[in-house]
């Protein structure tokens, strides 16, 4: 079953789309099955794909209200390799139809139900704001990852961003979590950087990822080109670092799904001496 992801930040402007692109390009890369939704009606996701968010026939739009399913939207011949379900303009209107649809904050997770075992990760690019679009993606996903700049005002803005996940937590998906914290455009050598980053690791702990994507002309050149860093310049910081960010992310997986099944096979193990306890007292008795 895949494992669904929501990158997000209330705040503009930090690198969401950038990372959604190339962390889908990099898992793609290690050979992992990876479905990337752009769910932002700017379409940026779509457009740094190298794909024509204009040519679209089916998009996200018709996918969360109903016209199509996701086997239909889906686009499988991508540049990167990677899956992706497209958006542009006609996304706009979805937000206002939404209201009136049953189980509208759930669109999303029911329609990605029939495609859930045929991939690894599904990665979902959401808009800089709290709307339906977004609140529709939270409550399909496991885990959320916040791209932040290292600088004051975004302290107030994963803030905020926390609180809105533990309430989507607590009223519409319990299985949500914060997945990791990526700090990007990072540049060492600002003492403000770096003083952020410490707050940050001193806070979350294990959250925040050990990766941490650079300030690079080559990634900020990429979607101009239709393309993710990956396939624009692999020798470049940015694409090196979202590669290492993909690994990051796997061993996690693994390490969790390991841990996981350890758990379930003690579990059984527990049943099955409380069962052989219960039969042995019958027997006696």
């Known amino acids: 079953m895949a494992k669904i992801l929501t990158i997000t930040n209330q705040k503009g402007g930090v690198g969401k789309t950038t990372t959604c692109v190339n962390l889908a390009a990099s898992l793609a890369a290690t050979r992992k099955r990876v479905l990337m939704i752009d769910l932002d009606p700017q379409g940026n996701a779509t457009m740094g794909s190298g794909v024509d968010k204009h040519s679209l026939e089916l998009s996200s739009y018709e996918l969360l209200t109903g016209q199509a399913d996701a086997r239909q939207a889906r686009l499988i011949d991508t540049p990167a390799g990677y899956h992706l379900i497209g958006a542009n303009g ?4 979805a937000e206002v139809e939404l209201l009136s649809l049953p189980r509208r904050e759930f669109r999303l997770r029911m329609a990605l139900q029939e495609v859930g075992d045929d991939y690894d990760f599904i990665l979902l690019d959401n808009p800089p704001s709290l709307n339906l679009l977004t609140v529709n993606a939270l409550a399909c996903s496991s885990g959320v990852i916040i791209p932040m700049q290292c600088e004051y005002y975004a302290l107030e803005g994963i803030s905020a961003l926390v609180g809105t996940i533990n309430k ?5 998906n319990p299985a949500l979590k914060i997945e990791g914290i990526l700090r990007t455009m990072f540049d060492p050598r600002m003492s403000l950087t770096r003083d952020v980053s410490n707050h940050l690791v001193d806070y979350f702990g294990d959250k925040v990822y050990r990766t941490v994507i650079p300030r690079n002309v080559r990634l900020a050149e990429a979607p101009s080109h239709g393309l993710p860093a990956l396939l624009y310049d ?3 910081r940015g694409a090196l670092a979202y590669l290492a960010l993909a690994g990051e992310l796997i061993r996690k997986t693994e390490q969790e799904e390991a841990a996981a099944d350890a758990a379930e096979k003690t579990a059984t193990e527990e049943m099955r001496s409380a069962e052989a306890g219960t039969e042995a ?4 008795n």
């Open 281 to 284: 007292v019958k027997e006696v």
């Open 168 to 172: 989507i937590n607590q009223r519409l």
């Open 90 to 93: 006609d996304l706009t209107a």
């Open 234 to 236: 692999k020798s470049s």
